[in-house]
């Protein structure tokens, strides 16, 4: 069905009267027995949240549909694959079904059609699985993005929380066999529950410590269990806010020794996924240990965890620390790291972790993709929206609007990029740069054929560099760079 504005106009109607199913219904996607609200005669589960919303359709740049892709054709060729293989997009469920608008000064604006307060919690738990398939299916979108406590409700101890767990992965499950949905990535929520206040790999209470792991060993259980293809830690709550009551070298030990239990975990549970580490400066914590991609890579390597991680570059978190989501994938990227991308963009006024969809920045779309494309993709990682509505966005169809936004963005941005490695004009300018290296004394520099003898030697018998040193040329790098933005 094609998006169709009549609907919209009809759409508040769905908030009065959502469609309710048991327990089975939601498990089985049948229904317990006949006349439940919500099934048909044939016994069918009828739960829909996005009526009036069809599968989204891809009708190029002309287009004034805002319902509809303008540059994302997910099966056409781009840079010798199809786009959705560049892509990979995922839709996370934290934001997109567990955003309530709710912020530190005020409540929840959101009146979602799938949360209904009357119902228990797994009732709850299994609607919104119901609602991200739905979703997922209608935005044509194969990957989503889970922590563990978002998408079942803690129990009583430890046990039940786990069975809670299982149970709704069942029913994942079930929807994943009929969409060919998969997760991107799974990962465990290591910084709501006031048992990690003081952090969790880095608490100084060793029973918080075991409980994370036992967390984490849980969460990567179900993740390889629904074929998720990689596994992401991102600390929240591993850094500190004073040093006057930390032990800073005591509690990066720590972490390592976390990080090196679940590597050695995912081998033995035989999930072939990458563990992936997602670096931010600070926020919830004055100082989070994985302050940027340099400053995590240095700390894998001196732990000799270097081979089992690479890193989750999310675009806002890049700018909290002072650089550009551009040189965080460069960087990552030179180092052989770059896994995947929590895709977002921050507020350059605000200064905080905004997670906001990026939708109308053409070029620095195009400087992602470039580095995308010249490392030949993200796979097994992709693009996870880790995006929200702005707080006044309260219809569902902003759900729709914001991941088509967010997705066009990216495609329009691979196809720049795509045109700018082919012409090979930016990657010419840099390599003639670095050209005094390909001959003579710089040769024998890069062959470590010199030291500081040699060179000494060099430079007293050659005229000063400073004779023949080009211009830089940077503004007309960035008129040839603003000739592929389109
Ligand atoms: C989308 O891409 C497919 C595959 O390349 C192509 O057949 C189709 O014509 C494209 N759609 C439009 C509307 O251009």
């Given at each position: ?9 009809r ?21 317990a027995?006949?006349g ?12 829909e ?8 359709q891809?009708e190029?740049?002309?287009?004034r ?5 303008r540059?994302?054709?997910?099966s056409?060729?781009?840079h ?13 469920f ?8 709710s912020?530190p000064?005020?409540?929840a604006?959101?009146?979602w ?11 709850m738990?299994f ?13 044509g ?6 922590h563990?406590?978002?998408?079942a409700p803690e ?5 039940e ?5 299982d ?7 079930d929807?994943?066999k009929?969409?060919?949905?998969r997760?991107l990535?799974?990962?465990?929520q290591l910084?709501?529950?006031p ?13 918080v410590f ?8 849980k969460?990567m ?9 990689n ?17 800073l ?5 720590n972490?390592?020794?976390f990080?090196?239990?679940a590597?050695d975990?995912?081998r033995?549970?035989g ?6 580490i ?8 004055k100082?989070?240990y994985?302050?940027d991609a ?27 620390s002072q650089?550009?989501c551009?040189?965080e ?16 963009t921050?507020?350059?006024?605000t200064?905080?972790d ?17 580095v995308?494309l010249?490392?030949?993709g ?7 929206f880790?995006?929200k ?12 609007y ?7 963005a ?19 300018v ?21 030291g500081?003898?040699e ?7 050659h005229p000063d560099p ?6 830089a ?10 000739m592929?933005?389109?």
């Open positions: 069905m094609r998006y169709n504005q009549r609907h919209l106009t759409w508040p109607t769905l908030k009065r009267a959502p469609q309710r199913c048991g327990w089975q219904v939601l498990i089985l996607g049948l229904c027995h006949g439940d609200p919500g099934c048909t005669e044939e016994g069918i589960c009828q739960l949240f996005f009526p009036g919303i069809g599968e989204i891809y190029g740049p002309t287009s549909n805002p319902m509809a892709f540059y994302y054709n997910a056409e060729v781009v010798g694959k199809p786009m959705k293989e560049w892509l990979r997009f995922s839709v996370a934290w934001h997109t079904f567990r955003g309530d608008g912020d000064f005020g409540s604006t959101k009146a059609p799938w949360e209904d307060a009357s119902l228990d919690p797994m009732e738990a609607r919104r699985i119901r609602a991200n398939f739905e979703f997922l299916r209608k935005l979108v194969e990957y989503w993005c889970f563990d406590r978002d998408i129990g009583r101890d430890l046990a929380t786990n069975e809670n767990l149970k709704v992965v069942d029913l994942a499950l929807l994943q009929q969409t060919g949905v997760p990535w799974g990962t465990a910084f709501k529950h048992r990690y206040m003081h952090g969790a790999a880095t608490s100084p209470q060793a029973g075991a409980y994370a792991a036992a967390q984490v060993k969460a259980e179900v993740t390889l269990r629904l074929g998720g293809l596994y992401v830690f991102w600390g929240g709550r591993e850094g500190y806010h004073t040093l006057r009551n930390t032990h070298k005591t509690e990066l030990d972490l390592a020794r990080l090196r239990m590597a975990y995912k033995k549970i999930f072939k996924g990458t563990l992936l997602e670096p931010k400066p600070q926020e919830p914590t100082h989070q994985d302050w340099a400053t995590t890579i240095g700390f894998l390597r001196e732990h000799g965890l270097k081979n089992d991680f690479k890193l989750n570059i999310e675009c806002n978190h890049a700018t909290l650089h550009s551009e040189h994938l460069q960087f990552s990227s030179s180092q052989g790291m770059l896994g995947n991308i929590d895709i977002n921050g507020d350059p006024q200064g905080w905004t997670d906001q969809f990026q939708i109308s920045d053409p070029v620095e779309a195009t400087l992602l993709m470039a995308v010249r490392q030949g993200l796979a097994p990682g992709g693009f996870n880790d995006a509505l702005r707080r006044e966005s309260t219809a569902v169809e902003d759900l729709f914001a991941h088509i936004g967010g997705m066009d990216l495609a329009r941005g691979l196809r720049n990029a795509a045109r700018l490695l082919e012409q090979g004009e930016v990657d010419s840099i390599q003639a740069r670095y050209s005094s290296f390909d001959e003579g004394i710089g040769k024998d520099i890069v062959n470590g054929k010199v500081f003898k060179l000494e030697k060099y430079a007293l018998s400073i004779e023949d040193l080009p211009s040329h940077a503004e007309k790098a960035e008129i040839v760079l603003s592929y933005v389109q």
